[in-house]
């Protein structure tokens, strides 16, 4: 199935606007595949739910899209990271993981997101309005998205 795409899109696939967008498109396109999606829609907030660390391959990733230059095209909020980045002394949590968690939840903010650690982005100062179209992922989040 052939994908509807803007100029827009176009561009970030091409590479024209960075290798982070570049990436991020060909990433996007390929899971439209999956889904068998005619064309892509525009949002205006995102909330990324891939931030508790659990292993190398996220915090590879993030890392990646930071060294690619990623920066966040709309106000994007994080999910809970899994780590207390003030006391995680004070529990029993292994040094190397914290500093990889730790790693992981750099990475997203160096892109620009909103360090808001939650799992509920509702009740921050980005809640969704209604028919404002929107890529939250965690589960209550987008029960909640739905509902407005």
């Known amino acids: 199935m052939v994908v509807n795409l803007t100029d827009y899109d176009r561009a970030l696939l091409n590479g024209k606007r960075g290798p982070a967008g570049q990436l991020a ?6 899971m439209a595949g999956v ?10 907030a995102a909330h ?3 931030t508790i660390y659990i292993g190398e391959a996220g915090l590879e990733f993030a890392e990646r899209l930071v060294d690619l230059g990623a920066r ?6 994080l ?8 006391h995680w ?4 949590v292994p040094t190397e993981w914290a500093q990889k ?32 179209q929107i890529a939250w992922g965690e589960s209550n989040a987008i029960v909640f998205a739905n509902s407005v």
Do not use: K
């Not at 889904?35 to 205006?44: F, N, P, R, V």
């Open 25 to 30: 498109m060909s990433i996007v396109m390929r």
């Open 35 to 44: 889904y068998g999606a005619s064309e892509l829609m525009d949002i205006t």
């Open 48 to 50: 990324i739910d891939s």
């Open 72 to 77: 966040v095209a709309v106000p994007t909020t």
């Open 79 to 86: 999910n809970v990271s899994g780590l207390d980045e003030h």
């Open 89 to 92: 002394q004070e529990w029993v």
């Open 101 to 132: 968690a730790h790693r992981q939840m750099m990475a997203y903010q160096r892109m620009g997101t909103a360090p808001t650690w939650t799992c509920a982005p509702y009740q921050t100062q980005w809640r969704p309005r209604f028919g404002q």
